[in-house]
């Protein structure tokens, strides 16, 4: 399996701040990676797909870029709304793996 | 716009099988999409359980593979998931999701991206005796 390192656990920030969560997955997996944010009890929603595609409706504040096999999702001028947990998933190999997770929290 | 709808028995006891439907409205599930189910245990991260295309063809995580079956309902327009010989370890919100492939072609190899567009909103299954 494709495994994914998710870093940091955890993020404290304010309103307004700029954000970067990394996801480094254990073998090459082109652009093959998403990332999802959720709300406690709630599903996962769809920011990113493709490692870089904004997914609609999605603020442009989100950002995606690779390095390699280094991927990152950035967050400028964080919103209220944006307190939440981030994860990273690859669908280049079943079975898709997703990252432990990034809770984001408020300072 | 598709939307989909989980439903299950809530409680199941250790050594059961649980049956899991994803009721799925807006869309058929006869379209050219694959769909998906993932688990998150209460306070942990989420889990790919597997996945089943619009023909019936599946691919489950071989860390489940001994254990579920994922099939189709085309005349109620639902997916089911049937989990056998739970433990307390299978306790979790369950989801499905739909999955969108796309074409693309990176350093000019050309490839499948996919990702989980449209989710349930989760159906928790616990098991206890």
């Known amino acids: 399996d494709i495994q994914m390192t998710q870093s940091p656990s955890s993020l404290s920030a304010s309103v307004g701040d700029r954000v970067t969560i990394t996801c480094r997955a254990s073998q090459s997996i082109s652009t093959y990676l998403n990332w999802y944010q959720q709300t406690p009890g709630k599903a996962p929603k769809l920011l990113i797909y493709?490692?870089?595609t904004l997914y609609i409706g999605v603020p442009s504040r989100f950002s995606g870029s690779r390095s390699g096999t280094v991927f990152t999702l950035s967050i400028s001028n964080l919103q209220p709304e944006d307190f939440a947990t981030y994860y990273c998933q690859q669908s280049s190999s079943a079975p898709y793996t997703f990252g432990q997770g990034t809770m984001l929290e408020i300072k | 716009q598709v939307q989909l709808q989980e439903s299950g028995p809530g409680l199941v006891k250790p050594s059961g099988t649980v049956s899991l439907t994803c009721a799925v409205s807006g869309g058929s599930i006869s379209s050219s999409n694959w769909w998906s189910w993932v688990r998150q245990p209460p306070g942990k991260g989420l889990e790919w359980i597997g996945k089943i295309s619009h023909s019936g063809s599946t691919t489950y995580n071989p860390s489940l593979k001994s254990r579920i079956t994922m099939s189709l309902d085309k005349s109620k327009n639902q997916i089911s998931l049937k989990l056998n010989s739970v433990t307390a370890a299978d306790t979790a919100l369950y989801f499905c999701?739909?999955?969108?492939?796309?074409?693309?072609?990176?350093?000019?190899?050309?490839?499948?991206?996919?990702?989980?567009?449209?989710w349930g909103q989760g159906t928790t299954v616990t098991v206890s005796s």
């Open positions: 493709d490692a870089s």
């Open positions: 999701a739909r999955e969108v492939s796309l074409i693309v072609v990176v350093d000019a190899t050309q490839g499948e991206s996919s990702y989980l567009d449209v």
